[in-house]
């Protein structure tokens, strides 16, 4: 079986960390750190991907806030809201590319508009891994 026909469900995270635009930036922080995770997916009430909070998101709001002598908030005011995301039928290696391309870590899989679990870097060297492992090379 070729690399290329490997599609993102077989390999995402199916149960990555989420949370809610609501969430506050220090739970967010908690379940980051808690999960030993750079980042997590937004997720409004139906589902669908929103934003990202990632850990220099965090870094960022902290470092704001603290100017201010407020720090804190919720994760909608932090979030990356302009965010990509791939097709659960999509090839692990076209993922690859982006992630590369525009130096991701990670990428929201959706199927039908929702989301259903989160591609990354480790989800394809894991496969990368057990293609190896079956097959003894590339």
């Known amino acids: 079986m070729p690399l290329k026909s490997i599609k993102a469900i077989d390999y995402m995270t199916k149960n990555p960390v989420v949370v809610k635009p609501s969430t506050t930036l220090f739970d967010a922080i ?10 997590a997916t937004v997720l409004n009430e139906a589902q669908e991907v929103v934003g990202i909070i990632s850990e220099i ?7 704001k806030g603290s100017y201010h002598g407020e720090i804190g908030g919720n994760v909608e005011s932090f979030m990356t809201k302009d965010v990509e995301v791939v097709d659960a039928e999509q090839d692990i290696l076209a993922i690859a590319e982006r992630l590369i391309r525009d130096k991701r870590r990670r990428l929201p899989v959706v199927r039908g508009g929702k989301f259903i679990g989160q591609f990354s870097v480790r989800s394809i060297l894991s496969a990368v891994k057990n293609f190896n492992n079956k097959n003894n090379t590339l």
């Open 30 to 39: 908690d379940m980051m750190t808690t999960a030993k995770v750079s980042g």
């Open 57 to 63: 998101d965090c870094l960022q709001a902290i470092l």
